[in-house]
């Protein structure tokens, strides 16, 4: 077990089918942290469902009950910072953040997008790509920048686009792959594994036990 579990904040807006593969990866790897709160925009997320069947604390805060973004992000920010997190990790949350929310977690602020990005940012990214007649999509997962969908791309994965595809059988296909390469990349996150250099993030490898062991020696 490691010796010190930091914490993970998730904010959502919706299925939260990407909060249960991180939770999931977290506790079967044994990662150095946890997920701690899960924040939801809406009262209705079914993923706060999820987060409280696994003993997670959950937050709701309605964005309509801000009297404008920035006291909207303000709140929010004061939220997330009750938990002092190693990472604040966007998981299917539909609120565009304000600059002063990004630049307050800088480093610590990840995202998955449902396209290749720069491609298709912003939103119904299936049926534009669809509508666009490209033969491969995908899903991006980036550390976050004030600008829409924006940042040093950590990860991404890319699905063909098939003759008979919609907007649903696309988004399935995508949505496969984030479970995949989203939970990794937040481990990256918090074991301290990213190294950021302009736009280009270089991955560190895993380290095994063996040679955690090999380097104190
Ligand atoms: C995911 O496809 C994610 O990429 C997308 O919302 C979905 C959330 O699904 N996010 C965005 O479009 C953000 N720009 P989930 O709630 O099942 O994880």
């Known amino acids: 077990m490691p010796e010190q579990v930091s914490t993970i904040v998730v ?25 701690a709160a899960v924040i939801s925009n809406r ?5 706060l469902r999820y987060a409280a069947s696994q003993g997670i604390a959950t937050e709701v805060l309605d964005h309509r009950a801000a009297a404008s973004r920035e ?50 940012p912003g939103l119904h990214t299936h049926r534009r790509a669809l509508e666009a007649g490209v033969r491969w999509h995908g899903a991006t997962v980036h550390l976050v920048s004030p600008e829409l969908d924006a940042g040093p791309i950590v990860e991404q994965a890319v699905v063909p686009v098939l003759d008979d595809d919609t907007e649903a059988s696309l988004a399935a296909r995508v949505l496969e792959q ?15 594994r990213l190294r950021v250099q302009g736009q280009r993030v270089r991955v560190l490898p895993i380290r095994q036990a063996g040679a955690a062991a090999e380097l104190r020696r």
């Open 71 to 120: 006291a909207y992000d303000t709140l929010l920010m004061q939220r997330v910072d009750a938990h002092a997190p190693a990472a604040v990790v966007l998981a299917g949350f539909m609120r565009m953040l304000g600059p002063r929310f990004v630049q307050h977690f800088e480093g610590r602020l990840i995202n998955v997008h449902p396209s290749l990005l720069p491609a298709f």
């Open 43 to 47: 009262a209705d997320a079914p993923g």
């Open 178 to 192: 984030e479970h995949r390469i989203y939970p990794a990349a937040v481990r990256a996150l918090v074991e301290g």
């Open 11 to 35: 904010l959502i807006s919706g299925a939260g089918s990407n909060l249960q593969a991180i939770v999931r990866a977290s506790l079967e790897q044994h990662w150095p942290a946890r997920v």
